[in-house]
């Protein structure tokens, strides 16, 4: 994104530079309809998996061995005399943080996660409109008095979108870990059940918003001259084009499976439900 123009005037909707009505717009359609829709959408997700992170419980089934992806890693101290912090068995990468009631228990990842989320480019465009309103719709007045793109503070941070992919993409590989282990049952020997088919399905469409993301297009293919002198390189990035395409739809797909996986897992924990088992 390029740096705004100099215009000692002010560049913002209401410069004097343009039209003066009084409304905000003159469209007739509602063009307030996406952008509400947005903000529900992002509401409800901030919502549960704020509620998730603090209930601490119901995260781990010690007898299928399913983690639910809100709470990998676990790596919070168990505190027996309190009942407390991670399960031991849930603890798949060890147990170094404090069992403090603010700190999450998969506090290692959920920060890079959710920075990794509000800077990747599509978000960036679906709350810019619905949140932060810059604009809210096309030929809508924006509420901001200039337009500074994102060269100062807080929309500058979004260009550190490309690190947090790399770290996104460990957790992922922390994620495929806890899926796979969960075939092989904690008493010993194999197990699958719909908890197997509920975990494996979200790694991979994790996987697949993670890889269709822009830097990682950027890191397979971009900065290079001669396509055909890097063939591996160039078939990458060819294939990370063309599920970057959809890197919307898998944006708002893996909001929900998240969503859903952690509540397939909470209500097998608790006991609400049984996990339907095929083998085992």
């Known amino acids: 994104m390029s ?6 005037q002010g560049n913002g909707v209401f410069s004097p530079t343009r039209a003066r009505i009084k409304e905000r717009t003159l469209r007739t359609d509602a063009w307030w309809r ?12 901030v919502i549960y998996a704020t509620v998730r992170a603090f209930q601490q419980s119901n995260y781990y089934v010690a007898e299928y061995g399913y983690l639910t992806p809100f709470y990998s890693p676990c790596v919070v101290k168990w505190n027996a005399a309190e009942q407390s912090g991670c399960i031991p068995e849930a603890s798949h990468f060890g147990q170094f943080l404090p069992d403090v ?3 999450p228990y998969a506090a290692l990842s ?3 996660l959710l920075l990794f989320r509000l800077t990747c480019y599509y978000y960036r465009g679906a709350y810019y409109r619905s949140v932060w309103q810059s604009p809210t719709a096309c030929a809508v007045a924006e509420p901001h008095a200039k337009y500074t793109g994102e060269t100062r503070f807080p929309l500058i941070i979004q260009n550190t979108h490309r690190y947090f992919f790399y770290i996104a993409a460990i957790i992922s590989v922390i994620n495929t ?9 904690p008493g010993g020997g194999f197990g699958f059940g ?5 975990l494996v399905v979200n790694v991979i469409l994790l996987w697949t918003y993670t890889l269709s993301c822009h830097s990682c297009r950027h890191v397979a293919g971009g900065r290079l001259k001669h396509f055909s002198k890097h063939p ?8 990370i084009s063309k599920i970057n395409t959809r890197h919307k739809l898998y944006a708002w797909i893996t909001l929900g499976t998240l969503m859903f996986t952690d509540f397939y897992v ?10 339907l088992r095929f083998i085992g």
């Open 3 to 8: 740096a705004p123009t100099s215009n000692p």
């Open 34 to 45: 996406s952008p509400l829709i947005t903000d529900l959408g992002f509401a409800a997700f």
């Open 101 to 103: 009631w603010w700190l």
């Open 110 to 112: 959920l920060p890079f």
């Open 177 to 185: 870990y806890d899926a796979v282990i969960a075939f092989a049952k």
């Open 194 to 198: 719909l908890g197997n088919i509920v």
């Open 232 to 239: 591996v390189r160039y078939w990458m990035w060819t294939q």
């Open 266 to 275: 909470m209500l097998v924990a608790s006991g609400t439900i049984s996990d």
